[in-house]
């Protein structure tokens, strides 16, 4: 009975995710065992909201540091030689020999260079698989120590490749999302009609999440712009707080002023369904995020971008037509009643988002971990895999 355990860092809410989109996926497999783990919590308790505060604390006060670090090589391999990446390496292997895993996987860089450190001493003999969650990579994946690696975009298979990773073993599979993004909606006007939404159009807003901290900055420009957005009489608004009481708090005293229907939910567990009844996202350009939207053909509205990982997705989403980034309120609120104006633009977005959206991806990552494990395949071509050209550097 083959075992995988998926290795992240709860910082933020995507690794995670994907962490457990993949278990769904793997567990869905008659005869295998998924377990996600996360390695800061193996440590310490305390140590997951230590990190991610710490994290928004830098991207708060220092965004130029965090963004010349994000992609800095030399400085990963400089801190992969301190102490408490030392300390750090020594509890994975400790974890390794208590859960037994056939297969590894990583979710997050921090993981991903743990794991290949501990295969360098000898403590991981197993297969070694990281899945990227973003749409370009940061300086801190590791090239060595790995059997394979997934990516979300052509983009990050030509840093990969230019970083010396054998291109015979990057797969341009997407980011793991959970089975809702898998499945085939229904019309857009029938999905609305099922969400009681009346109006001929929707827009959705992500303001909010489980990890509050990086929502902070779009969730103030989504209170600033709401006053000064005119919509047209046939859009609804929605805005998605996930949890996020004061978001949800601020935003609802500006809806109540608004001129236009406003939707204010708090935890929305069907997201996939109201993605599918949207005509445009606002939100920030976190790599889950913009996943599940692209794999739902939905164009963004990015606001709020923070340094790192953030500004690389929102700056190939331009590049390849599936979004528009607005850095004010003031910008947003002349571009949104713009594009809804321009359907043709619209729909050219959306073209765009679901030629680079693999809402499959989950399934394209257990049929590699089978691959490795030498088991028969799933069904997915791991070799069809599509994606836009590649942005030149």
């Not at 974890?95 to 260079?113: G, N």
């Not at 073209?351 to 395949?377: E, F, I, K, N, Y």
């Amino acid at each position: 009975m083959p075992r995988t355990v998926i290795f992240y860092l709860d910082v933020g809410s995507g690794h995670r995710q994907a962490a457990e989109a993949i278990c769904e996926a793997l567990e869905a497999v008659p005869g295998w065992t998924c377990a996600p783990f996360d390695l800061l919590d193996a440590v310490s308790p305390t140590l997951p909201a230590l990190f991610d505060r710490a994290t928004g604390l830098i991207l708060e006060h220092a965004p130029e540091t965090y963004q010349r670090l994000w992609g800095d090589v030399e400085f990963s391999q400089t801190f992969a030689e301190s102490p408490a990446f030392r300390y750090m390496a020594g509890r994975l292997g400790e974890v390794l020999a208590d859960q037994k895993p056939d297969l590894c996987v990583a979710t997050h860089a921090f993981a991903a260079r743990l794991l290949a450190a501990c295969r360098s001493q000898g403590q991981c003999r197993r297969p070694i698989v990281n899945v990227v969650t973003d749409l370009m990579l940061n300086g801190f994946w590791p090239v060595n120590g790995s059997d394979a690696f997934v990516v979300a975009s052509r983009d990050a298979h030509r840093q990969l490749r230019e970083r010396g990773y054998p291109e015979a073993h990057i797969h341009v599979l997407g980011i793991p999302l959970r089975a809702e993004f898998s499945q085939a909606p229904d019309s857009a006007a029938n999905v609305r009609l099922e969400l009681g939404i009346t109006t001929g159009r929707l827009v959705t807003a992500l303001v909010g999440g489980s990890h509050p901290g990086p929502y902070a900055a779009i969730a103030g420009q989504m209170e600033a712009l709401l006053p000064r957005l005119v919509l047209p009489d046939d859009v609804t608004l929605a805005l998605l707080t996930g949890g996020d009481e004061r978001a949800a708090s601020a935003l609802s005293r500006a809806a109540r002023q608004a001129p236009y229907p406003i939707r204010l939910l708090d935890r929305v567990e069907n997201v996939a369904t109201w993605y599918a009844a949207s005509d445009l996202l606002i939100s920030k350009p976190g790599g889950l995020t913009v996943a599940e939207a692209l794999s739902c053909g939905l164009p963004l509205v990015l606001m709020g971008a923070g340094a790192g990982q953030e500004t690389a997705n929102a700056a190939l989403l331009q590049v390849h037509g599936c979004a528009v980034y607005m850095a004010s309120a003031y910008q947003a609120a002349v571009a949104i009643p713009a594009l809804l104006a321009e359907p043709a633009r619209l729909e050219a977005m959306r073209a765009a988002c679901r030629a680079m959206g693999q809402p499959r991806a989950a399934a394209g990552v257990v049929d590699l971990l089978r691959s490795l494990a030498g088991h028969p395949s799933t069904g997915t071509d791991l070799a069809s895999a599509t994606s836009p050209p590649v942005v030149s550097a």
